[in-house]
Each structure stands twice: as structure tokens, then as C-alpha cells.
């Protein structure tokens, strides 16, 4: 499975982006894609994750109510909107899938199988 993320950008506080990731190769069934993020000199953290048969999300709580994670079946593309931007989300997202992740272990970078390469997101206060 190849991911490949893309919109991040430069971005004022309060302004908002749309990070896309786009998954190719093998599919498989019962995956779940996630967002994660890592700041300088920080460890990477959990954003959001969707599981893409039913649509169970999950988010941290520094990013609810900011961010929406969707995901585009047709596209095999996986989305976040990130709105309200602060200068603390800034940083490099990763997209990433795991396969039968239960709503526990959503939020769990090792749980994760693949990943894409990271798209920067700065926020300038």
C-alpha cells in the first residue's frame, strides 16, 4: 500500500487547510486511516482516525471540534479539514492505515501499518 499526502501548507492563525491522502496498491478490507503528526522535537502523536467500512472516527482531544476527518470511497482518498488553525498545529502530518484496528487502538501509532511521507502544516500566529 502507497500513501501519498498532500495540501499542507502556510497558514495564518484561525485559517484552515485540507490535507488529502491518497492510498494505491494492494486494498484491503476492514482498514482504518489515520492521521498523525509530529512537531519539532517532539514524539508523533495521534490526530484522527476513520475506519472506512462504517465511518467511526476518532480525534484527540486537542484537535476536536477543529478537525474533520472524511474519506472518499470512489477517490481511495482520505481527508482532513483542518479549521481554527493554531500556531501549536504546526508541524509534519502523516497519513497511515492499519488493518482491524478496534475503537481502542485507533488512536496508537503502532498499530499502523503504512505510511506516507508527511506534509507540512505551518500555522503563523
Known amino acids: 500500500v502507497q500513501l501519498q499526502a498532500s495540501g499542507g501548507g502556510l497558514v495564518q492563525s484561525g485559517g484552515s487547510l485540507r490535507l488529502s491522502c491518497a492510498a494505491s496498491g494492494h486494498t484491503f478490507s476492514d482498514k482504518v486511516m489515520g492521521w498523525f503528526r509530529q512537531a519539532p522535537g517532539k514524539k508523533r502523536e495521534f490526530v484522527a482516525a476513520i475506519r472506512w467500512s462504517g465511518g467511526t472516527t476518532a480525534y484527540a482531544d486537542s484537535v476536536k471540534g477543529r478537525f474533520t476527518i472524511s474519506k472518499d470511497h470512489a477517490k481511495n482518498t482520505v481527508y482532513l479539514q483542518l479549521s481554527s488553525l493554531k500556531p501549536e498545529d504546526t508541524a509534519v502530518y502523516f497519513c497511515?492505515?492499519?488493518?482491524?484496528?478496534?475503537?481502542?487502538?485507533?488512536?496508537?501509532?503502532?498499530?499502523?501499518?503504512?505510511w506516507g511521507q508527511g506534509t507540512q502544516v505551518t500555522v503563523s500566529s
Open positions: 497511515a492505515a492499519g488493518q482491524r484496528l478496534i475503537l481502542s487502538t485507533m488512536r496508537l501509532e503502532a498499530k499502523y501499518t503504512y
